[in-house]
């Protein structure tokens, strides 16, 4: 089944432990994106990657890692998260980079909670 | 800051009438245009995207774009109580990197 899967879909952390979400498609997509999404602002890109060892930031990179080591996976790391990094927060893939993308795929999202 | 904009809502349709969903965006170097459905608690899901100026039917649905007019909608006929969901407008822009941009999305109440 080709999806895109997160982990874990639950975290409640506390201010300043480091912290990775995992990301990873089997679909052999080239574009890989991370978003956050909060009431009222819809989703926010915060990185993303055209291909292996090619990351940009988006929107919001502040306070946010990535890597892209090999095609499938795109960790998100949290140095020293804090509470406003609390959100929900969606990882996607598409078969190739805008403009030329047609649809992202998302995977089931990550409620991080930083107290 | 490049942005794009949609009401909130809710916007609430009876049951088989036509829902018009709106948006605009502020980069006229936008290239794709995208609207996904979102449940709640859900993951988005790409409904429809259109790449060129006019209407793009799919079933139920029409994408519409206006790039002069930087603005692009989805008309869903036939509504239904399933189509209850916010539908999220995404666009794509090459300048500066390749990103893409979401409206906050609109609430869509069908009542049955």
């Known amino acids: 089944e080709a999806q895109v899967t997160q982990n874990p879909r639950y975290l409640i952390t506390v201010t300043g432990k480091k912290l990775t979400v995992t990301c990873s498609q089997n679909?052999?997509?080239?574009?890989m994106s991370w978003y956050r999404q909060d009431p009222g602002l819809g989703l926010r890109q915060i990185y993303y990657s055209m291909n292996v060892e090619v990351t940009d930031k988006g929107d919001v990179p502040e306070g946010y890692k990535v890597s892209r080591k090999e095609k499938r996976n795109f960790p998100l790391i949290l140095e020293s998260p804090s509470p406003n990094q609390t959100s929900l927060y969606f990882c996607?893939?598409?078969?190739?980079?805008?403009?030329?993308?047609?649809?992202?795929?998302f995977g089931p999202g990550t409620r991080l909670t930083v107290t | 800051q490049k942005e794009v904009e949609q009401n909130s809502g809710p916007l609430s349709v009876p049951e088989g009438a036509i829902a018009s969903l709106n948006c605009t965006y502020s980069d006229r170097g936008s290239q794709s245009f995208f609207w996904y459905r979102q449940y709640s608690g859900k993951s988005p899901e790409l409904i429809m995207f259109i790449y060129s100026n006019g209407d793009k039917e799919d079933g139920r649905f029409t994408a519409q774009l206006n790039k002069a007019s930087q603005y692009v909608s989805l008309l869903i006929r036939d509504s239904q109580p399933s189509d209850s969901a916010t539908y999220l407008c995404a666009v794509t822009v090459s300048e500066g990197g390749f990103k893409t941009i979401f409206g906050a999305g609109t609430r869509l109440f069908v009542k049955a």
């Open positions: 996607a893939s598409s078969r190739s980079p805008p403009p030329a993308s047609y649809e992202q795929y």
């Open positions: 679909m052999n997509h080239e574009y």
